[in-house]
Every structure is written in structure tokens, then in C-alpha cells.
């Protein structure tokens, strides 16, 4: 197979396994920083091996410290927000990190918005103020605060990724999975957290399934892949997201959020296509916020 098209299924099928994480996380009735410690010990642990088995190299310094932070305060915010609000809800305002980079860059790097870039934070800001127009709870309002949290956190973890070398990266990965290990099953001491079959085959399907194996698939496919193709395919996971969480657990979002969430993803998956053909001189950062989810 063409070595391009096959990075493209392979990015396609990471971004379809990334869109499990709504329902299975749905599915264990435990604190989510219990939930985010054990997955990224599990996975840390998948991609471990793959790494040691392919002779991938990767490096601890301070920049993958940085990157390991940011990181792993992307995955408890993230499930966090998927237990107080709907994962589609958590999954379409976290997409919204492409976007929060930008205003970061432009913040720190004095990079200069153009047209199209306003455009676009224009019309994400507008479609994720309606996610604040259905009937919501404190937690579900907590829910979206902490969901866009997530996206920001996500979008200085791009910064910290797109600065350092593959090695780093690899290694700021791993670090990533260990801090959040380190902070989160502590918590289990504190709460309730109900150990039973389906639990523990959910926790390690979101361990293996939903975050490790995709990482594979992305280490594999990241050297093929074009750009343009990364952005589109990003487009998946919060797509097919909530579609699993409606079908096999009834949870559907709000009229509001629905339109709302059109309005985010195409907004930020055409910013992104333009973004591919008229990149600003440092884009390669931005590049990078397509290929790592949470």
C-alpha cells in the first residue's frame, strides 16, 4: 500500500479509537481523577513496550517535564468534564484548543492574527456561547468551564511540543501518563470507587483501546501523513464521540450545544485546512494540535 494512504488509515482509525474515551469513561462510576491515573498508567505502560520493542527513543529533560505537565493537566480536565457534562459538550469545546493556541502564539510570540484567523475565533467564540444556552446544572456549567479549560491547557502543551525534538516529545508523552498516574489514583483513597468486572474492562479499554494503541498508530503514521489530513481527521473524534455515548448510553446534548458544536468543529476544521494552505512563518506548532488528544 502507498505509504501515505496507509498513514491516513492509520490516523483515521486513531482518531476513531480516540472517540471512545466519552463512553467509557460514562461507564465507570468513579472519581475522574481516579479514572484519568489509571487509564495513563495503563497506557503509559502499551506504549512503553511499543516503544522498547521498536527502538523508538525518547528523552527526559525540562521541556518534556513541561510538556508532561501540560499534558497530564489535559487528561484529568478532560475527564473531569466528561462526568459533569455531556462528553460531547467536553469533547467539541476541548476541540476548541487549535484556536486557544493561536491567541497563545500571537500572546507570547507576537505572532500577527490575519483575517482568517479572526474569523474563525469569532465564530468558535459564538458557537461555544450557545453551549451555555441549554437548561444547565452548576455541575454541567462546571462541566463546559472545565471542558474549555481542557482546551486551553491542551493549546500550551502544543506550544511546549512544537518547540522540542521527536525524542522529547516521546519523552514529555510518557511523563505526561506518569504525572497523571501520580496525581489521580492517590484520589481513590478519598472516594468511592466501586471495583467491578465491567469497571475494570472499561478502565482497560480506555487504557489500551482509546489511548494507548492510538498513540501507536500515531507514532507509526506520523511521518506520512500529510498535514491537510491530520486537520480533517481531527475532525473525527469529536464527531463520532458522542454518537457512541447516545447509542450506548442514551446521553444526548442540548439543541443549543448541538448547533453550537456544528458550529465549533467547522469552524475550526476549515481554519485548520486554511491554516494548511497559507501557513504564517512559525505555524509548525500548530501543526502539531491536530495529532495529540486527550
Known amino acids: 500500500m502507498d505509504p501515505k494512504r496507509k498513514a491516513i488509515l492509520q ?43 521498536s527502538k523508538t527513543k525518547f528523552r527526559f529533560n525540562l ?30 469545546l476541548q476541540f476548541t484548543a487549535p484556536l486557544f493556541l493561536m491567541v497563545f502564539s500571537a500572546l507570547l510570540f507576537r505572532e500577527k492574527f490575519r483575517k482568517a ?22 455541575g454541567s456549567m462546571m462541566g463546559n ?25 516521546m519523552g514529555g508523552m510518557l511523563m505526561g501518563h506518569l504525572f497523571t498516574a501520580l496525581i489521580g489514583i492517590p484520589v481513590m483513597f478519598f472516594t468511592e470507587n466501586p471495583v467491578t468486572t465491567p469497571s475494570i474492562l472499561c478502565l482497560f479499554a480506555l487504557g489500551i483501546i482509546q489511548l494507548g494503541i492510538p498513540y501507536i498508530l500515531l507514532v507509526l503514521s506520523s511521518k506520512n501523513c500529510p498535514p ?10 469529536p464527531l463520532l464521540n458522542p454518537v457512541w455515548v ?7 446534548p442540548g439543541v443549543f450545544a448541538l448547533i453550537g458544536g456544528v458550529i465549533v468543529i467547522t469552524a475550526v476544521t476549515l481554519w485548520c485546512i ?6 504564517a512563518p512559525s505555524a509548525d506548532v500548530a501543526e502539531t494540535g491536530t495529532q495529540i488528544q486527550a
Open 117 to 138: 484567523d479572526i474569523l474563525a475565533v469569532i465564530f468558535t467564540i459564538g458557537g461555544i456561547a450557545l453551549f451555555f444556552f441549554d437548561k444547565l446544572d452548576k
Open 274 to 279: 486554511w491554516q494548511n494552505n497559507h501557513p
Open 246 to 252: 447516545v447509542i450506548f448510553d442514551g446521553e444526548a
Open 145 to 169: 468551564l472545565v471542558a474549555i479549560f481542557s482546551g486551553a491547557v491542551m493549546a500550551a502543551m502544543y506550544l511546549a511540543i512544537g518547540k522540542g525534538d521527536e525524542e522529547t516529545r
Open 228 to 237: 491537510l489530513a491530520c486537520s480533517l481527521l481531527g475532525a473525527v473524534e
Open 11 to 53: 490516523m483515521l482509525l486513531c482518531a476513531t479509537l480516540w472517540s471512545t474515551g466519552g463512553i467509557f469513561i460514562k461507564l465507570i462510576p468513579w472519581n475522574p481523577f481516579v479514572i484519568a491515573g489509571w487509564r495513563s498508567l495503563i497506557s503509559a505502560s502499551t506504549v512503553l513496550i511499543f516503544l522498547l520493542a
Open 63 to 92: 521541556r518534556s517535564v513541561v510538556i508532561g505537565l501540560f499534558m497530564s493537566f489535559t487528561f484529568l480536565a478532560f475527564v473531569t468534564a466528561n462526568k459533569l457534562t455531556t462528553a460531547a459538550n467536553a469533547i467539541v
